[in-house]
């Protein structure tokens, strides 16, 4: 069975950024060469406008709603509606804060190397995962260790 796909990020697929076309380097291209940190920039951006549109959208949807509900039962309909809009704007806005420290890592041209042992990411862990910070060794260990702490 040689067909299926080495899921790496299959625990984050949900907060991945799906439409890219995936990195091809060059035969001998180093590691975050110039192309390739443009290619993850591009790809933060984008993701990062995408969220943004979506904070904006609900927002406006929520200022057009609340003036429309004179009935205390569909208000209250509404506002439980709104608690799990504002949890996923939470999120969202975690997740852009996320983006914006990437983008900074890339500026310092730091990007892309596991900020616990140095050792490169990797191109498709990156781009399942444009945001993380850990190479997949590290990010398991990390996953133990939060376990076993309960
Ligand atoms: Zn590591």
């Known amino acids: 069975m040689s067909n299926n796909s080495n899921n790496v990020a299959s625990s984050s697929s949900a907060d991945g950024f799906s439409s890219f076309t995936p990195y091809e380097p060059v035969s001998g291209e180093e590691y975050m060469s110039r192309p390739m940190r443009e290619h993850f920039r591009g790809l933060l951006l984008a993701w990062r406008k995408e969220l943004m549109e979506e904070v904006d959208r609900t927002v406006h949807h929520m200022q057009d709603e609340a003036a429309n509900f004179p009935d205390p039962n569909d ?64 990010k398991t260990l990390d996953e133990i260790r939060e376990k076993q702490r309960g």
């Open 75 to 138: 208000r209250a309909t509404q506002e439980s509606e709104f608690t799990m809009e504002l949890r996923t704007r939470d999120r969202e806005r975690k997740l852009i804060k996320k983006i914006n420290e990437a983008l900074d890592l890339l500026d310092d041209q730091e990007y892309g190397y596991c900020e616990s042992c140095g050792v490169e990411i990797g191109i498709r862990r990156l781009e399942a995962r444009p945001t993380a910070t850990l190479c997949i060794d590290c």
